[in-house]
T-cell receptor, first 113, second 114 residues
Framework: KNQVEQSPQSLIILEGKNCTLQCNYTVSPFSNLRWYKQDTGRGPVSLTIMTFSENTKSNGRYTATLDADTKQSSLHITASQLSDSASYICVVSPDESWGKLQFGAGTQVVVTP | DGGITQSPKYLFRKEGQNVTLSCEQNLNHDAMYWYRQDPGQGLRLIYYSQIVNDFQKGDIAEGYSVSREKKESFPLTVTSAQKNPTAFYLC?????????????FGPGTRLTVL
């Protein structure tokens, strides 16, 4: 069973609008959580990283939040642009010296003009 | 220009053939990884290497083999024993293999079995 679940699977938003993506995880103990952006046919690129003690982290128009008590994270995209069309992947690291990452299946975001 | 390169971008294989995917990095990273990505699924770890001349199996190593003879290179061979090899393959590297290290990904190789 996947230890990282993302929702929705996909969404379509109008350019300029905001959207929020969800990530629920069961990885425990937990070390840190990352959000990656993956353009179609390309490798993922790191957007944010948060440790268990951090609640929020921003990277430009991307803001990630983390609630370690409920094991939930969200990624908020503000004033979406066409270039935001991509898959957004939630990745959780267990609390081990050698951390095998747990990947969510991703949320496919399509921004339309 | 630093980063991770993978070649080829597209690869076609006939059933029964072995193929080798290239991964090179000039980031001076010790750790390198191979992942497989299938539609609707999270990335799955095939093999990883934390240091030259050493590598470990990941979750789905059957039908794959790797070598790590040089720090900057980590080629992946998809053998004929891999029953369903059509997928998008991603190589990554990190400074070391610790959980705090960010993994940097290459552009990927799409393998199709004809």
């Amino acid at each position: 069973k996947n230890q990282v679940e993302q929702s929705p699977q996909s969404l379509i938003i109008l350019e300029g609008k905001n959207c929020t993506l969800q990530c629920n995880y069961t990885v425990s103990p937990f070390s840190n959580l990352r959000w990656y952006k993956q353009d179609t046919g390309r490798g993922p690129v790191s957007l944010t990283i948060m440790t268990f003690s951090e609640n929020t982290k921003s990277n430009g128009r991307y803001t990630a939040t983390l609630d370690a008590d409920t094991k939930q994270s969200s990624l908020h995209i503000t004033a979406s642009q066409l270039s935001d069309s991509a898959s957004y992947i939630c990745v959780v690291s267990p609390d081990e010296s050698w951390g095998k990452l747990q990947f969510g299946a991703g949320t496919q975001v399509v921004v339309t003009p | 220009d630093g980063g991770i390169t993978q070649s080829p971008k597209y690869l076609f294989r006939k059933e029964g053939q072995n193929v080798t995917l290239s991964c090179e990095q000039n980031l001076n990273h010790d750790a390198m990884y191979w992942y497989r990505q299938d539609p609707g699924q999270g990335l799955r770890l095939i093999y990883y290497s934390q240091i030259v001349n050493d590598f470990q199996k990941g979750d789905i190593a059957e039908g794959y083999s790797v070598s790590r003879e040089k720090k900057e290179s980590f080629p992946l061979t998809v053998t004929s024993a891999q029953k369903n090899p059509t997928a998008f393959y991603l190589c990554a590297s990190s400074i070391a293999g610790y959980y705090t290290d960010t993994q940097y990904f290459g552009p990927g190789t799409r393998l199709t079995v004809l």
